[in-house]
């Protein structure tokens, strides 16, 4: 575990590193949201309580859209840059006879990852928000503040592994395709649809909806969202956190075994 955290916070260093796209980044997530905010007020407006969400919740919902979507990697990147790089030169090679856990090295960097876009593109465009526009806090008292709080960093860190595992498969599969971008593009397009970034899954028809909240990219955005928001408590917080974690667990899993088969094709190839 003690290399694993230092990987993270190496991780972690790297990205602070780069000052400049730090704050090119924090100002597109900010534009971004100031665009789709105004959009979402004027639909709101003429629809009020549109997918059971009122104005201050939708709102809200736009600027953690925005706070979440690099530190979730909602549109793929993080890890999935330099792992496919590596796949492409050939350099995976020399990474395969580290005697440590190829997946459990790559989940640690994208932790530190996101943890320090976390902080940066994460908390900085939410704070520009919330001084513009009314934005939704978890409310009620200290105690169910502070578990509202807790489930939603919970289901924060549960979501990056989802994110993870998806990311890592598609990098994976340029073992045989030598090429990973097509399956990257297809996977960016899935996570924008079907996490709820774009829009809450509450506003798609009924039944693709329905399936849309049971798919891991449902734990990308839209599971945190809720939380943050409190329209899921209890039971429904439960097992909101309960799906992200069988879709983590199942993925990583997945992961594995397609990672197996890809440190075999290396050694068939002579790699």
């Known amino acids: 575990m003690r290399l694993y955290a230092a990987v993270a916070r190496g991780s972690f260093r790297r990205y602070a590193t780069y000052r400049a796209a730090t704050w090119a980044g924090v100002f597109t997530n900010t534009v971004f949201g100031f665009f789709i905010a105004y959009t979402y007020r004027a639909l709101w407006e003429i629809r009020p309580h549109l997918g059971g969400y009122d104005l201050g ?96 960093l919970a289901s924060l860190v549960l979501a990056v592994v989802v994110s993870f595992a998806l990311r890592y498969m598609a990098s994976l599969t340029g073992f045989w395709l030598l090429d990973a971008r097509g399956v990257r593009q297809v996977t960016a397009v899935l996570g924008m649809f079907f996490s709820g970034f774009l829009l809450p899954l509450t506003l798609l028809p009924p039944a693709l909806g329905a399936v849309a909240q049971h798919l891991p990219w449902a734990g990308m955005v839209q599971i945190p969202e809720d939380v943050f928001l409190q329209r899921r408590t209890g039971g429904a917080l439960l097992s909101g956190l309960a799906l992200q974690l069988l879709w983590a667990l199942v993925l990583l899993g997945a992961g594995r075994l397609v990672q197996r088969a890809a440190a075999a094709k290396v050694v068939v190839q002579g790699g």
């Open 57 to 152: 919740a939708a709102l809200t919902y736009v600027w953690l859209g925005q706070s979440l979507m690099v530190p979730v990697a909602a549109m793929g990147g993080g890890i999935q840059d330099d792992l496919e790089a590596r796949i492409t030169s050939g350099d995976i090679a020399v990474d395969l006879y580290r005697p440590v856990d190829q997946q459990g090295w790559w989940l640690a960097a994208d932790l530190g990852r996101a943890g320090y876009h976390l902080l940066s593109r994460g908390v900085l465009p939410l704070a520009v928000g919330a001084l513009f526009f009314r934005l939704r806090m978890p409310a009620g008292g200290a105690a169910e503040a502070a578990l509202t709080w807790a489930g939603f």
